[in-house]
């Protein structure tokens, strides 16, 4: 199979349009067979449920290229699963068991040509998602939806690259207690727009958003996890149940763990303790593990010191040993990669 000649070294994190995509949809009661197709287009009636209140979720992972040339997803039952608790908390059909993962299959099958090759630096992004497709005008959940996955190549989600990043604490929050903030509803990051909007405009590159009850503890930004490096060498993440259970964090947690043997903790963190840390990181699917070099509270600058030349040691082996399993370099825990067959 010939790659598509693209310009895969600068890439960006943006949509680039491939040819295939997977298509779904739910009515009386039940999902039809689905399909992969080229129109890349959705047309609605005007008063759709998803135009009205917002009644969407979403996924993100990615495909590979192996050293040897196969090509590899990571960890895509735990999307399945995810995407599971966000369509049951927004009252919306699950898939059945089995059904995403023989979605990420074949649409990753018929764009195989756009998964970036072995050491370009690129992967092949995948956007499974969900929406009320019927017209909804009292506040109630639809009755019938669409589920489409898209792909598209991308580079890295910050630019810059591997760069420690500056963040600020925001006023705003991302998400209340007992509120949607643990599952990837699409109106969580309608409510990140503004803020992330100032801190672009006043030089930052991500928020940190601390927790909404008591504004004292770190949750995480508007699209990755925190992991935190203490001075002798612990991971540390924050444990919230506003916080979207990143899936590259958990795996990060088995790796420091499993392989590189560092003590590791899930616990809660608080905005007072930022100073004490060596390293940090974001971590998803977009950011893999992107450095944090400084912190500004309202002014007061923390610079973790790690400094904002490259990335912290212990981040650097995290990253590398990550990484390296995803592209199949490092062998994997059981299940981790799953291959895809031409
Ligand atoms: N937190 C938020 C708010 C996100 O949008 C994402 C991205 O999916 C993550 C964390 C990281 O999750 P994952 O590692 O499963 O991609
Ligand atoms: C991902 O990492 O897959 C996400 O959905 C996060 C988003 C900010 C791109």
């Known amino acids: 199979m010939e790659k598509k000649n693209l310009d895969w070294a600068n890439l960006g994190f943006g949509y680039v349009q491939t040819e295939k ?3 779904t949809n739910y009515k009386n009661g039940a999902w039809d067979e689905g399909v992969i197709t080229e129109d890349a287009n959705v047309v609605l009636n005007e008063c759709a449920g998803v135009f009205q209140y917002a009644q ?22 735990l999307n399945e699963q995810r995407m599971k ?27 195989a040509e756009y ?60 998400a209340a207690p007992h509120g949607t903030g ?10 990140s727009l503004h803020a992330i909007t100032e801190a672009h405009k006043n030089g930052f590159d991500e928020n940190m958003y601390l927790d909404s009850a008591t504004r004292t503890k ?26 979207l259970p990143s899936i590259t964090r958990r795996s990060l947690m088995v790796v420091a763990k499993e392989y590189l043997g560092l003590e590791v903790e899930e616990r809660e963190v608080y905005k007072d303790e930022l100073k004490d840390f060596a390293e940090c990181g974001l971590c998803g699917t977009a950011a893999v593990i992107s450095p944090v070099g400084k ?42 990669v799953v291959e895809i067959e031409l």
């Not at 992991?227 to 993440?237: A, E, S």
């Open 115 to 174: 998964v970036p090759p072995f050491g370009s630096g690129a992967t092949l992004y995948l956007r499974p998602y969900m929406f009320g497709t019927n017209p909804v005008i009292g506040v109630k959940p639809a009755n019938e939806y669409q589920f489409r996955i898209f792909t598209t190549p991308v580079g890295p989600y910050f630019k810059g690259g591997a760069k420690p990043l500056t963040l600020c604490i925001s006023d705003y929050d991302r």
């Open 218 to 243: 770190v949750e995480e930004t508007g699209g990755a996890n925190f992991l935190f490096v203490t001075k002798d060498n612990k991971i540390v993440t924050p444990k919230s149940d506003t916080i």
């Open 295 to 336: 912190i500004v509270d309202h002014g007061k600058e923390i610079c973790l010191p790690s400094g904002m030349g490259e990335m912290g040691p212990t981040t650097k082996k995290l990253y590398e040993t990550l990484t390296g399993i995803q592209m199949g370099r490092i062998e994997a825990p059981e299940g981790w």
């Open 56 to 77: 969407t979720c979403f996924e993100g992972l990615k495909a590979y290229t192996t050293e040897d040339g196969r090509i590899v997803t990571f960890r895509p039952d």
């Open 21 to 23: 995509r997977y298509v």
């Open 85 to 111: 608790d966000s369509c049951t908390r927004l009252v919306m059909p699950t898939l059945p068991d089995g059904r995403f993962v023989e979605a990420v299959k074949a649409v990753v099958k018929a764009n």
């Open 182 to 191: 643990h599952i990837k509803a699409g109106l969580n990051y309608a409510m």
